[in-house]
C-alpha cells in the first residue's frame, strides 16, 4: 500500500497493488493511482488505512 502525490512517486505506484493518489496530487499521479485518498491536511493516510484493513478509526490517544 502506498500513497503519493507527486510525479516522484509513479515508481513507487508502478510497483504497489494498492497506489492511492493524495487529494491535491498532481494530475499524473491521480491518472495512475489505482484510488484516491484524501489530501494529507485532511489525515488521507490515517483515514484510509483503517477503513482498507477494515479497522474502526478511533477518536483521541489509546487508554
Do not use: K, Y
Amino acid at each position: 500500500m502506498v500513497f503519493g502525490d507527486c510525479l516522484d512517486d509513479l515508481e513507487m505506484f508502478d510497483a504497489a497493488e494498492w497506489s492511492f493518489a493524495m487529494g491535491g496530487a498532481h494530475p499524473e499521479v491521480l491518472r495512475r493511482a489505482r484510488h484516491l485518498a484524501p489530501s494529507d491536511h485532511d489525515n488521507g493516510v490515517l483515514r484510509t488505512i483503517p477503513r482498507v484493513i477494515g479497522i474502526p478509526l478511533q477518536a483521541g490517544p489509546p487508554t
